[in-house]
């Protein structure tokens, strides 16, 4: 079946422009999450969804970070005004309500020039 | 607040030797305890998790893992290491509504 898909795989960017990257959770999973990898760190927490409950928002590092999903569907995870330090993969999980387990997609690479 | 220690960054073993890979958190509630595992050019993966029940937790491909309440501990382990297991291997917590991942281990396995 179908995981979690995220796009694009790799994005370069200059300085100071904006990115927006997506995630598709896999289907029915109502929790979604984004996280942040920087290289030779471990996995960074920046955003919950669940439902339509208010997203839980205290892992973003700056207000230059922001996150969107419509319903039980899509998210995009924007960083306006990119730095260096924003240079990472970031991660998208769904979870499953029935197991409770987080599935992770294969990352977005971001390097920011 | 939640934190998750992973006390080897880079572990080097021959086939056939045992691993024992240290976990550490710091939580006070019931948790739930995730061995996550990153094959070179691959996404993220479930190798084990722990909710209640048996402390000793059987994953894909023989691992397993301990959980010890006393010492905030959940040790993963396979008694014989393989080539392909050479991999980058996160231990999570997930206290409450997000999981709180270590540093990771990078396990390289030499035949």
């Known amino acids: 079946g179908a995981g979690v898909s995220q796009s694009p795989s790799n994005k370069v960017t200059e300085k100071g422009k904006d990115v927006e990257l997506r995630c598709d959770p896999i289907s029915g999973h109502t929790a979604l999450y984004w996280y942040r990898q920087r290289l030779g760190q471990g996995l960074e927490f920046l955003i919950y969804f669940q439902g339509n409950s208010a997203p839980d928002k205290s892992g973003l590092p700056s207000d230059r970070f922001s996150a969107e999903r419509t319903g039980e569907s899509v998210s995009t995870l924007t960083i306006q005004r990119t730095q260096q330090e924003d240079s990472a993969v970031y991660l998208c999980?769904?979870?499953?309500?029935?197991?409770?387990?987080?599935?992770f997609g294969p990352g977005t690479r971001l390097t920011v020039l | 607040a939640q934190s998750v220690s992973q006390h080897n960054h880079h572990v080097i073993l021959s086939e056939a030797a045992s691993l024992e890979l240290g976990c550490n958190y710091s939580?006070?509630?019931?948790?739930?305890l995730f061995w996550y595992v990153q094959y070179p050019g691959q996404h993220l993966q479930l190798l084990l998790k722990?909710?209640?029940?048996?402390?000793l937790v059987k994953g894909i491909k023989g691992f397993e893992a301990e959980f010890i309440k006393s010492k905030f501990s959940f040790n993963l382990r396979k008694p014989s290491v393989q080539w392909s297991d050479t991999a980058e291997y996160f231990c999570a917590v997930d206290g409450y509504n997000k999981l709180i991942f270590g540093a990771g281990t990078r396990l390289a396995v030499h035949p």
């Open positions: 999980a769904s979870i499953s309500d029935s197991t409770d387990t987080q599935y």
């Open positions: 939580y006070g509630g019931t948790v739930n």
């Open positions: 722990y909710f209640s029940g048996d402390p």
